[in-house]
């Protein structure tokens, strides 16, 4: 079977247009966020960009405006202990090098992904890179926990600052094949990308109001899986919901599309760590 853009429509209940995002403001602990601003000059069909803050139900965004509410801060305090603790045969831990603790890497979040000698390198990467070369100790699987909670933790660092990705020089050619991703329709319902969170955001989407797919709360807490969410594990999610065969994690297809998505929210604030339903 293969369904017309618009059969997939019906198919998926896209429902309309329901109510758009709504308008309230993010504080945390009193700190402003900016989750609406211009859209980065690059992006040609959307003028205004919006946190996926917006598109969630008051009961949600609750979640996310308090951190002793925020569920993902448990995992937070574990990256704490990780970022302490020994392990592999060289006999360190993170804490060991980086003896200022994860505050060193204050605006890290906001750059990434960044190329780094020719290479297209993601959060998870450089964090593994250290676990083998400079503690010789085994690397985190992509979506584990650990990992996701050390993503957790290093994003934190940057709250509340823009997010600022470069998509010239060196990136150039790997945006391009992230912005290519983007607009490449998948699966049977023949959906890409900009068609759910670009032409229809706003939308209920079955049960969901759709956002523009932002990925400034990654990792973000799931309330329905109860655990940190990585932005590979949601770009996979995304693409089986169009009934296709999907990438995966840590592939140059997802680290492509991850910069491209990241550059889309530049300008919006980080929320790191995001509540999500
Ligand atoms: C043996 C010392 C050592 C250990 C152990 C170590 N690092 Fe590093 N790390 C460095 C040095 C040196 C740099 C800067 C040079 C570089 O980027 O490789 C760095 C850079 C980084 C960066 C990138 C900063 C940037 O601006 O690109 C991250 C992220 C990082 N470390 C995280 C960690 C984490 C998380 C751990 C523990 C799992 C860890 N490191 C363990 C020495 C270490
Ligand atoms: C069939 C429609 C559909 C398609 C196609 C789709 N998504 Fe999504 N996406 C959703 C829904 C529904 C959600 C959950 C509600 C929301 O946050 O928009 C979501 C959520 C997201 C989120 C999380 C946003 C947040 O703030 O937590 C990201 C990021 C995302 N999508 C990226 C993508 C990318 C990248 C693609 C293309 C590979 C894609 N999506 C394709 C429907 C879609």
């Not at 584990?144 to 050390?150: N, T």
């Not at 990654?218 to 990585?230: D, E, G, N, V």
Request: hydrophobic share 40%.
């Amino acid at each position: 079977m293969n369904l017309k853009p618009w059969m997939a429509a019906a198919v998926i209940g896209l429902a309309g247009s329901a109510f758009a995002q709504d308008d309230s403001t993010l504080s945390i602990d009193g700190e402003e966020f900016v989750t609406e601003t211009e859209a980065p000059a690059h992006l040609e069909n959307v003028s205004t960009i919006y946190s996926g803050w917006r598109f969630r139900t008051p009961e949600t965004q609750a979640l996310q405006v308090d951190d002793f509410d925020n569920p993902a801060m448990i995992f937070v305090d574990q990256a704490l202990d990780l970022f302490q603790q020994v392990d592999g045969t060289e006999g360190k831990s993170c804490a060991s090098c980086h003896t200022d603790g994860p505050e060193e890497f204050a605006g890290l979040h906001a750059k990434m992904p960044k190329v780094v000698d020719g290479k297209l390198m993601v959060m998870e990467e450089l964090i593994n890179t250290h676990r083998q070369d400079a503690m010789g100790a085994e690397p985190w699987k992509w979506s584990g926990a650990d990992m996701q909670a050390m993503v957790a933790l290093i994003g934190l660092q940057s709250r509340g600052m823009p997010m600022n990705v470069a998509i010239d020089g060196d990136a150039a050619p790997f945006w391009e094949k992230g912005k290519e991703i983007y607009y490449t329709r998948y699966g049977q319902l023949e959906l890409s990308c900009s068609n759910c969170h670009e032409d229809n955001y706003g939308n209920m989407i079955r049960a969901d109001h759709l956002s523009q797919g932002m990925i400034n709360g990654f990792p973000t807490y799931r309330l329905k899986q109860a655990k940190l969410i990585s932005r590979h594990n949601r770009f996979r999610g995304c693409i089986r919901d169009t009934r296709a065969e999907t990438f995966a994690e840590g592939s140059d297809e997802f680290k492509a599309l991850e910069l491209y998505v990241a550059s889309r929210a530049n300008g919006l604030d980080i929320e790191t760590p995001a509540v999500r339903q």
